[in-house]
């Protein structure tokens, strides 16, 4: 069953498992959820804090990467804007 809930966890957005760990975190602290339920919750919240730092990292190498690009395009910009001086006179 481990198997299972982290294949569904994986299918998750990034929002949606935001919005399932909130709500863990929230039926744990008003202890809301019996002890052994609590401990298979806190499992499963982890399972979702560990699927969100993945998204978020992914998502921090394609900024990088986008922003390396950027900065790549705008060097060649500049150096085809020097070589390509008017003469005006």
Do not use: W
């Not at 959820?33 to 298979?40: A, V």
């Amino acid at each position: 069953m481990a198997q299972k809930q982290k294949n569904d966890i994986s299918k998750l957005s990034f929002e949606e498992a935001i919005k399932e760990l909130t709500g863990i975190v929230g039926k744990i602290e008003q202890g809301q959820i019996p002890l052994q339920d609590s401990l298979e919750q806190y499992e499963r919240g982890m399972a979702l804090i560990k699927h969100c730092r993945g998204i978020l990292q992914q998502a921090e190498k394609r900024i990088e990467k986008i922003a390396q690009e950027k900065e790549s395009g705008d060097r060649s910009q500049e150096s085809e804007g020097r070589g390509q001086k008017t003469c005006e006179g």
